[in-house]
T-cell receptor
Framework: RKEVEQDPGPFNVPEGATVAFNCTYS??????FFWYRQDCRKEPKLLMSVYSSGNEDGRFTAQLNRASQYISLLIRDSKLSDSATYLC??????????????FGQGTTLQVKP | EAQVTQNPRYLITVTGKKLTVTCSQNMNHEYMSWYRQDPGLGLRQIYYSMNVEVTDKGDVPEGYKVSRKEKRNFPLILESPSPNQTSLYFC????????????FGEGSRLTVL
């Protein structure tokens, strides 16, 4: 089982739609969580951190369920510019407390006019 | 401008010809890391460095070397490249993993014939 798993998609949605991505992680010792966005052939960039209480940034809402070990990202009122791959990232603190960022393989979103 | 700079951005080489991909950051970050990204496999960590003269293996270190003689530079060395090292490579840096945000370079697309 992969440490961080995402449905690769692609998710094809019309403009204005609401779309949700889920991500599951296998290690219960994971301590912090993030969503990154990667445009085609470009570098990943941090979209938002995911806090235990859930957090919102404009049209984007991230939630964490520690008991079930999953993270979600909700995008409301999708725009054409939201088309990208969304990477779920988990920070796992192992022995030595050095930490390690583990990336999911990404979920591709295509927003169509 | 705060940035991570990789060179070369594109390279086609032949099996066995040693090459170095340079990475430099101007943000005084302590943590630096190299990833490779392959279709269906996502981002996989090759090597990372917590600080000057401190490096450690990631998940796929075979066939690669790194060094961290200065804080700003973290070159990736392929002593004898093979076709299975054809990939998209990203260098990234951060103040520390607890902060969560990794700043990525634009990527280096390497083809080994």
């Amino acid at each position: 089982r992969k440490e961080v798993e995402q449905d690769p998609g692609p998710f094809n949605v019309p403009e204005g739609a609401t779309v949700a991505f889920n991500c599951t992680y296998s290690n219960s010792a994971s301590q912090s969580f993030f969503w990154y966005r990667q445009d085609c052939r470009k570098e990943p960039k941090l979209l938002m951190s995911v806090y235990s209480s859930g957090n919102e940034d404009g049209r984007f809402t991230a939630q964490l369920n520690r008991a079930s070990q999953y993270i979600s990202l909700l995008i409301r009122d999708s725009k054409l510019s939201d088309s990208a791959t969304y990477l779920c990232v988990v920070n796992h603190y192992g022995s030595g407390n050095t930490g390690k960022l583990i990336f999911g393989q990404g979920t591709t979103l295509q927003v169509k006019p | 401008e705060a940035q991570v700079t990789q060179n070369p951005r594109y390279l086609i080489t032949v099996t066995g010809k040693k090459l170095t991909v340079t990475c430099s950051q101007n943000m005084n970050h302590e943590y630096m890391s190299w990833y490779r990204q392959d279709p269906g496999l996502g981002l996989r960590q090759i090597y990372y460095s917590m600080n000057v003269e401190v490096t450690d293996k990631g998940d796929v270190p075979e066939g690669y070397k790194v060094s961290r003689k200065e804080k700003r530079n973290f070159p990736l060395i392929l002593e004898s490249p093979s076709p299975n090292q054809t990939s998209l490579y990203f260098c990234a840096s951060s103040f520390g993993l607890s902060a969560g945000e990794l700043f990525f370079g634009e990527g280096s697309r390497l083809t080994v014939l």
